[in-house]
């Protein structure tokens, strides 16, 4: 069963060296936020933030140097990334860019694209929105409509909507994913990424959608014969399908995964430290044995792309697993604590416990849903 | 792992499993089958597996000795060897020789002997997750109903991720235990808290999907799955039940309190 076998994870004096120094750098650069904005864990965006993390480069921190990366293991990065989050430091102005769309530029982009781009993304400068949802195409997304045209002059005409695109009102680019040859019935042939420059393409428009907390992240992208230059298209055309999955593999392999309700869980051993309650102890160690749990686990799939395997399985399962424990947490604090949940309350654990119930219903949609994630595990069990 | 144990562990692997196939779930041994298949498992050394190497045991790191647990507890068998290489290792540990097996039972133990045994059973239960989860697909895969395999079914698949899922973590939780008590230092005992709360879990879940999965021939006597989920549902309550562990560990992290929480993930 070694599918299921979880590399051990690698620690040493560097990765702990480092941990200090980003939490020394946390301390004093979020000071200011409070429970309930850390909350939002990677949802929160701010410019300046994440230009003080490439400041310290921190970011693009595997990358080559001569694209502005900082050739560190996967390790370190996971060290910075799990201390970012664990605070609840906002970090969505860099996220998406560092974790999955400047690695796949890395790989498929232009000598061009990734001078430019790369080194703007390391500086925390640069945001990226994910094309990949759209209205008939979620879970089933080989079934994408959206239509890149090549034209004559080699250039591409684009039309189509992409929906629940995360920032996408603030993104300076976009990867997307669409068809560029054949219909929706050829399937995953016939796709492709393209690089969608979101500030300087005329035909591209963003719509806001308010969440159910009023909050807007996520946005409807509509593309009207937008024109993207030759050199838009990503990798190669035609193999935008195994492109994007290898986009995925990175969008869902990291400690995010798990450490959605962190904050609420903190909050909930503030409330109940020192208690002498068996039923909080017993409740307390059971959540604290499946975070440390899963933590290794996740830090397995680390090792796994320091050794340039593919972590699609073992991703799934950490996601699978990660997003049913964030899940669990709302209820689990409701039962120990006798306070109402209310997001104006004064209590941070009332405001918190009211922010992640809410919050939580898309743990396991976003990034893969927990039935899509379930069938990629029961396939590599050989059952389909 | 170095070559000797890896040819121990294929050898132990084959005698327990050819042992394994013989305890036809249900059916007593023979007095002469159980003679002769402890004699078997005393001439390849096992009761002594877990003693250091003066006293006549492998000499095997403590990582490579767990890893012999492991194919233990994938190979059910009619004797209590787990038992007797605690035992075995506890009786030299005091000075003593090791004893005739096998030893049914390990009476009283000092704390560090409890915290041993807890950890060992940890890696045992890991092994029949191995052997449960191994079944079960080749049961889903085999087991035809409405003209196609169970494994065809969605619902089943979904059922038979979750089980992976579990088993993976249990293990993982297991293994750093394991990692942990080479290391020395004083997180072995949080971490063994830790694995027996999350692999007890896993055992639960797995071994309650493992039945559903299984159907009416998964409850008979005359199936081998029984060995192994009746023996998950001892081995999580003993040396510390699971409950007790789980309480070990929230009190730790509720007597450290909230700043120090998330410092103390990192180093678990
Ligand atoms: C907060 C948030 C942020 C997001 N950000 C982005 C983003 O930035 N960019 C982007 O492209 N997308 C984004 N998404 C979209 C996300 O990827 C999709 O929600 C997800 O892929 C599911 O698609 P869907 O919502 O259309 O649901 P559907 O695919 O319609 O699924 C609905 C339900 O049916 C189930 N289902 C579907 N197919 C099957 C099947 N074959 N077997 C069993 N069950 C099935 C699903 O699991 C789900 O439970 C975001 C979503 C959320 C919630």
């Not at chain 1, 709302?330 to 941070?348: C, F, G, K, Y």
């Not at chain 2, 390849?44 to 877990?50: Q, R, T």
Request: proline share 4%.
């Amino acid at each position: 069963m070694t599918l299921l076998t979880f590399p051990p994870p690698v620690e040493n004096e560097a990765t702990e060296a480092l941990r200090t120094e980003v939490r020394a750098f946390l301390a004093e650069a979020i000071a200011t936020r409070t429970p309930l904005e850390r909350a939002e864990s990677w949802n929160g965006f701010d410019r300046e933030f994440s230009r003080a993390m490439g400041a310290r480069g921190w970011l693009g921190m595997t990358w080559p140097k001569e694209y502005g990366g900082h050739e560190r293991s996967a390790f370190e990065r996971y060290v910075v990334v799990e201390e970012t989050l664990a605070a609840g430091a906002p970090v969505a102005a860099h996220w998406i860019a560092d974790r999955q769309s400047g690695p796949s530029l890395l790989r498929y982009g232009t000598e061009a694209q990734k001078r430019t781009i790369l080194p703007r993304i390391a500086a925390g400068d640069c945001v990226f929105c994910i094309g990949m949802s759209e209205p008939d195409s979620g879970s089933d997304l080989a079934a994408t409509r959206t239509r890149a045209e090549r034209q004559v002059d080699g250039s591409w005409t684009v039309n189509g909507t992409k929906l629940w695109t995360t920032y996408g009102h603030e993104a300076d680019y976009m990867i997307l994913f669409c068809r560029t040859s054949g219909t929706p019935a050829d399937r995953h042939k016939g796709t492709s990424q393209l690089l969608v420059d979101m500030k300087a393409t005329p035909g591209v428009t963003v719509r806001p959608i308010y969440d159910v907390m009023g909050q807007h992240h996520f946005n409807e992208v509509h593309f009207e014969d937008a024109v993207l230059p030759p050199d838009a298209i990503l990798g190669t055309e035609g193999q935008g399908w195994a492109q994007v999955m290898g986009e995925l593999a990175y969008e869902r392999s990291g400690p995010e995964r798990f450490l959605s309700s962190i904050q609420l869980l903190l909050e909930l051993i503030g409330t109940l430290q020192g208690s002498e309650s068996v039923a909080a102890q017993t409740a307390v160690g059971r959540l604290f044995s499946h975070l440390v749990t899963l933590r290794h686990m996740s830090r397995g799939v680390a090792a796994l792309l320091e050794a340039g395997e593919d972590p699609t399985v073992h991703a799934a399962i950490v996601k699978d697993l990660g997003a049913t424990f964030e899940q669990d947490l709302p209820d689990i604090a409701r039962s120990l604590v006798d306070e109402e949940p209310d997001l104006q309350s004064t209590s941070d654990f009332a405001a918190v416990l009211a922010y992640t119930t809410m919050a939580a219903p898309a743990f396991s949609l976003r990034g893969g849903t927990r039935e899509i994630l379930r069938g990629i595990i029961a396939r590599q069990l050989g059952l389909r | 792992m170095d070559d000797i144990s890896s040819i121990l562990y294929e050898s132990a692997q084959r005698l327990l499993g050819d042992l394994s196939e013989r305890v036809l779930a249900g059916q007593a041994l023979t007095d002469k089958d159980r003679a002769d298949g402890w004699r078997r498992i005393e001439e390849m050394g096992l009761p002594v597996a877990l003693v250091s190497e003066e006293a006549g045991g492998f000499g095997f790191s403590d990582a490579d000795a767990f890893g012999l647990v492991r194919i233990c507890g994938r190979h059910i068998v009619a004797w209590p060897l787990v038992e007797t290489m605690l035992a075995n290792r506890f009786a030299v540990e005091n000075g003593s020789e090791p004893l005739e097996g096998p030893v049914e039972t390990l009476g009283e133990l000092t704390p560090e002997q409890r915290e041993a045994a807890a950890l060992t059973r940890a890696v045992q239960m890991a092994g029949a997750l191995d052997a449960i989860l191994a079944m079960t697909i080749s049961h889903v895969q085999e087991r035809q109903q409405f003209g196609r395999a169970l494994a065809k079914f969605q619902a089943v698949q979904h059922s038979l991720a979750i089980l992976a899922s579990e088993v993976a973590a249990g293990q993982a939780a297991a293994d750093h235990a394991v990692a942990r008590r080479a290391q020395g230092g004083d997180g072995a005992t949080l971490a063994i808290g830790i694995a027996r709360a999350r692999i007890g879990e896993a055992c639960s879940k797995a071994a309650a999907i493992a039945h559903q999965l299984h159907g009416a021939i998964g409850y008979a006597q005359e199936h081998r799955l029984h060995l192994y989920t009746t023996s998950l549902w001892k081995w999580r309550d003993e040396f510390g039940t699971q409950a007790w562990w789980t309480q070990q560990v929230g009190r730790e992290v509720l007597a450290s309190g909230r700043d120090a929480f998330w410092p103390m993930v990192t180093a678990a």
